[in-house]
């Protein structure tokens, strides 16, 4: 059976996306190709109008197979019986309402809901990207209190898209307001590069960047998040 993995967070703008695409073609290159000759590796877009569609449409040979099924429920309540699919990478949507009053089930009743509760009733880890602002601060916390730990799910959070240019101010708030709540956080940072940003524009993913230095730092964010993501859930990423 397959591991679903499911980047969730209720604010738009965290990339997503960005973090979806790059760890599902980290995983493929990890785990190479079946024996028929194709890779393992699933990603799964619930947003019709998210960046991960976009970006297919302009990578000339992905390393890893992609379904958009916003409102494919029956499809995504059996993601982990996909044939030949070892793991799926499921991006949600940009911004997500979140109910805190509705118990169990803190989604509204449109397509949006019923895909996001398919998803989380197959999920094996949420990853829960932040960025170093506190705009993100409380989506988060409806993300992680409202959402995951009512369903017990594991979940880790990472901090996303920092730019060090910026100094070390945002991120240790960040960093604070995370460990302030006793939630995981990974120790790996995804900084920001230009090459994040133009990739899906240039048709690239992660794996398919040139060989120069800056594109390696940039690499090795999402292989070290790939690796410690793994670690801390359990996942067989």
């Given at each position: 059976?397959?591991?679903?993995?499911v980047?969730?967070?209720?604010?738009?703008g965290?990339?997503?996306?960005?973090?979806?695409?790059?760890?599902?073609?980290v995983?493929?290159?990890?785990v190479g190709?079946t024996s028929?000759?194709q890779?393992?590796?699933?990603?799964v877009s619930i947003?019709?109008?998210g960046s991960?569609?976009w970006?297919?449409?302009?990578?000339?040979?992905?390393?890893?197979?992609?379904?958009?099924a916003?409102?494919?429920?029956a499809g995504?309540?059996?993601?982990?019986l996909?044939?030949?699919?070892?793991?799926?990478w499921?991006?949600?949507?940009g911004?997500?309402?979140?109910l805190?009053?509705?118990?169990?089930?803190?989604?509204?009743?449109?397509d949006?809901?019923?895909?996001?509760?398919?998803?989380?009733?197959?999920a094996?880890?949420?990853?829960v990207?932040?960025?170093?602002?506190?705009?993100?601060?409380?989506?988060?916390?409806?993300?992680?209190e409202?959402?995951?730990?009512?369903?017990?799910?594991?979940?880790l959070?990472v901090?996303?898209?920092?730019?060090?240019?910026?100094?070390?101010?945002d991120?240790?708030?960040?960093?604070?307001?995370v460990?302030?709540?006793?939630w995981p956080?990974?120790?790996?940072?995804v900084?920001?590069?230009?090459?994040h940003?133009?990739?899906?524009?240039e048709?690239i993913?992660?794996?398919?960047?040139?060989k120069?230095?800056?594109?390696m730092?940039?690499?090795?964010?999402?292989?070290?998040?790939?690796l410690e993501?793994?670690?801390r859930t359990?996942?067989?990423?």
């Amino acid at each position: 059976m397959a591991k679903v993995h499911v980047v969730l967070n209720q604010k738009g703008g965290v990339g997503k996306s960005t973090v979806t695409v790059n760890l599902a073609a980290v995983c493929a290159d990890v785990v190479g190709l079946t024996s028929e000759g194709q890779p393992p590796v699933v990603t799964v877009s619930i947003d019709p109008q998210g960046s991960a569609v976009w970006w297919s449409d302009r990578v000339e040979a992905l390393p890893f197979h992609f379904v958009q099924a916003h409102d494919d429920i029956a499809g995504l309540s059996n993601l982990r019986l996909i044939p030949g699919v070892t793991d799926v990478w499921v991006d949600t949507p940009g911004w997500m309402p979140i109910l805190s009053d509705r118990g169990e089930d803190p989604f509204g009743e449109g397509d949006a809901g019923r895909a996001l509760r398919a998803v989380l009733d197959n999920a094996d880890d949420v990853l829960v990207p932040i960025e170093p602002e506190p705009l993100s601060f409380e989506p988060t916390f409806n993300t992680i209190e409202h959402v995951l730990k009512r369903r017990k799910l594991p979940y880790l959070v990472v901090i996303n898209n920092w730019d060090p240019r910026d100094g070390r101010a945002d991120l240790e708030e960040t960093q604070q307001f995370v460990r302030a709540h006793g939630w995981p956080l990974a120790r790996t940072v995804v900084r920001h590069y230009k090459v994040h940003t133009r990739a899906s524009a240039e048709g690239i993913v992660v794996t398919q960047y040139a060989k120069n230095r800056v594109a390696m730092e940039a690499r090795e964010d999402f292989y070290r998040l790939a690796l410690e993501f793994q670690q801390r859930t359990g996942a067989d990423a």
